[in-house]
Structures are given as C-alpha cells and as structure tokens.
Nanobody
C-alpha cells in the first residue's frame, strides 16, 4: 500500500488549497481514509476522515472550512481547504489502516502566511 500526497504550498491567509492523496494497493472506496497534520513543535492531529460509506468527520478547528472527498475512478482522496489561517500551517499526511497497520503518505507542506 502506498499513499502519495501532493498539493501543498505557500499561500496567504484566506486562500484555498486542494490536497490530493493518490493511493495504490487498496481501494479507497472500501477503506476509511484520513488526513492528519503536524505543525512545528506539535503532535500530529487528525484533521478529517472519510468512511467507506461516505461519511465525513472533521476536527473542530477546520469544520466548515475543509472538505474531504474521494474520486473512486482515480483512487484518490482530496482535502479541499478554504479560508486558510496561519494556524493551518503544517505538514499534512494522508493515512489508512490496512491489515491492522497504519499506512502514512510522505506528507505535503502547507504554509499559510499572514
């Protein structure tokens, strides 16, 4: 199983970014997928989750601004991030639990400037 995250970058506060996580080795539509982030000096935290049934959940800090989705044909999950804030600056990781193992992508850096 491999997860390849992309789409990070440097943006100003209030801007939008869309992260993508291309997945190989499993089918995203039959697995619960998650996005985590880790800011400098902080622990990794769960940002969003998407169940195999299509249900989403979000951290309180991003609720209403971030949207997680998937494209079954591309076997890819996305994180649409709107109204970005400086506190959203972090490395973002996609994640899945497969065969009882946590699988992590390599991370993509999002930097939000004021």
């Amino acid at each position: 199983v491999q997860l390849q995250a992309s789409g990070g970058g440097l943006v100003q506060a209030g801007a939008s970014l869309r992260l993508a996580c291309a997945v190989s080795g499993i089918i995203v539509s039959t697995n619960a997928m998650r996005w985590y982030r880790q800011a400098p000096g902080k622990q990794r935290e769960l940002v969003a989750g998407l169940s195999s049934g299509g249900r989403t959940n979000y951290a309180d800090s991003v609720e209403g601004r971030f949207t997680m989705s998937r494209d079954n044909a591309k076997n890819t999950v996305y994180l649409q991030m709107n109204s970005l804030k400086t506190e959203d600056t972090a490395v973002y990781y996609c994640n899945v639990i497969s065969s009882l193992r946590q699988i992590w992508g390599q991370g993509t850096l999002v930097t939000v400037s004021s």
